[in-house]
């Protein structure tokens, strides 16, 4: 006797329940059932153009996978675990609704391209959804700089204080990296833009079909080249992981920014109440726990990302069942990914600057004293002797004087009669940044000319 499963007619015994339970895909897959459907759809379509199944067999299988849609999006859809994945519970359903019929759908398929296929037109989306996420995101860091641009930060190297910047400048910053990361995923889209359905179980199939009609109509560039790597790669999920991976280090460290920010020592940011978290213990505390949660959430998604490389580096081609398993780390990261960019897009509408602490803290640590060594260049000093005797002025005042605008101009002359009273248009933070003029600096207006365009930009 056979047993009562697609593949089960070579079998004498029924597969164990914990079997079944153990080999399951189904409580994950469920999700992708829209592409898995669509893919039937598209193929019973090129089925009938290559007169494999009739028109009206063609009519019957589309109209009973439409209304399997249906009851999957209205909630009236029971997924089996026995029937393993989205592709089998879909096929078993088809069958009850439309009788024999059902059973030619597979003519010229496998479960290897029809999965492959399922997680192209899967990632495909959620690249466009991330991209969305992350416009959005840039928009919100444009639309704060709009605000608090003009305030001045402290600039760091090496956590210490290093040059004034405007806040401006330093939203930009991140922009341009999450315009990396945007186009990055976009870049993937050329690689990952082709259809593997044809491929069948690992190496095409003895009957007549058009893989280029299936690709074109599901919006692919073209079909696969090569039947085994279209069955068995995964590179176009291994790309997107990485490119969150890499996302998700630029929200990190965003968040680290702020987490530090906010802290009593910085005091640079107000985040609002409604995104901030208490403790259960002390009753004083604000607790910046959605930054902390997006760099923890790091860590999973990096783990996603090795787990997919460790699951590829030993298989042989072309189809293994390990291949099930990139589905849950692929999906996690996506999710995760995407809730970050979401939450924090929001948490920093809901941030203000406090652009009078941000401003008093660039009277520490002497950010401007690079402006008097760029002073002295310009009076015809070399740039290391330049720096050496602004050195000295630091050693010598560092203890006693508040800031350089402080030294008088006596004591300036001290250390190099080329110093005279214009010095002061670049000491203090403010003046020092109005001197900035070079190709992507703070310079004010090269920051307002910036600003301006990324908003047009990502309003558009
Ligand atoms: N659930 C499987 C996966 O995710 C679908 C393909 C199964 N193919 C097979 N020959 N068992 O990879």
């Known amino acids: 006797m056979a047993i009562n499963k697609a593949w089960g007619a070579r079998f004498k015994k029924k597969t164990a329940s914990s079997v079944e339970a153990f080999t399951e895909s189904i409580s994950f897959d469920q999700r992708l059932y829209k592409y898995d459907i669509e893919g039937s759809i598209v193929h019973a379509r090129m089925l009938a153009e290559c007169k494999l199944i009739t028109n009206s067999e063609r009519d019957a299988i589309i109209k009973g996978l439409k209304e399997i849609l249906n009851d999957i999006e209205s909630g009236k859809f029971k997924f089996k675990t026995e029937l393993e994945d989205i592709h089998m519970n879909v096929e078993t359903a088809l069958l009850k609704r439309i009788g024999n019929v059902a059973k030619k759908l597979h003519t010229a398929r496998s479960r290897n391209d029809q999965i492959a296929l399922d997680l192209r037109l899967w990632v495909r989306d959620q690249i466009q959804e991330v991209v969305s996420a992350i416009t959005n995101l840039q928009l919100g860091m444009v639309l704060k700089a709009k605000v608090f641009g003009k305030g001045i930060l402290p600039g760091f190297t090496h956590l210490q204080h290093a040059q004034p910047i405007l806040i401006g400048h330093y939203f930009l910053a ?17 690689r990952l833009n082709k259809s593997p359905l044809g491929a069948c179980a690992l190496a095409g199939t003895t009957l007549n079909i058009k893989p280029e009609m299936t690709a074109k109509a599901l919006g692919f560039d073209s079909p696969f080249e090569n039947s085994l790597d279209a069955v068995s790669d995964r590179d176009f999920c291994l790309e997107f992981a990485a490119s969150l991976a890499i996302i998700s280090m630029h929200l990190s460290r965003f968040c680290e920014e702020w987490i530090i920010w906010s802290s009593q020592e910085f005091d640079f940011l107000d985040i609002d109440d409604s995104y ?14 959605v930054l902390e949660l997006i760099r923890g959430k790091c860590g999973r998604v990096y783990g996603n990302l090795f787990s997919l490389l460790t699951l590829m580096k030993g298989l042989p081609l072309s189809y293994n069942r390990d291949l099930q398993e990139d589905k849950e780390a692929i999906f996690d990261s996506s999710d995760t990914v995407k809730d970050c960019l979401l939450i924090l897009g929001e948490l920093i509408k809901k941030t203000a600057f406090k652009i009078d602490n941000t401003e008093r803290s660039c009277q520490k640590g002497f950010p401007d004293a690079t402006g008097i060594a760029d002073y002295l260049v310009k009076k015809g000093i070399p740039f290391r002797e330049a720096h050496e005797i602004v050195g000295k002025i630091v050693k010598k005042y560092s203890k006693g004087y508040k800031e350089l605008s402080d030294i008088s101009i006596k004591e300036f002359k001290q250390f190099s ?12 933070a403010r003046n020092y940044i109005k001197q900035y003029k ?7 207006r090269l920051v307002q000319k910036r600003l301006s365009a990324w908003e047009k930009k990502l309003k558009r």
């Not at 009669?417 to 203090?428: A, F, R």
């Open 174 to 190: 991140y922009v341009e990296m999450f315009e990396r990361d945007r186009t990055r995923l976009i870049d993937g889209l050329k």
């Open 276 to 289: 901030c978290t208490g403790s259960s213990i002390m009753p004083q505390k604000k607790n910046p726990d």
């Open 417 to 428: 009669p080329l110093i005279s009273k214009d010095i002061y248009k670049t000491l203090g």
């Open 438 to 444: 070079s190709h992507g600096s703070t310079s004010p």
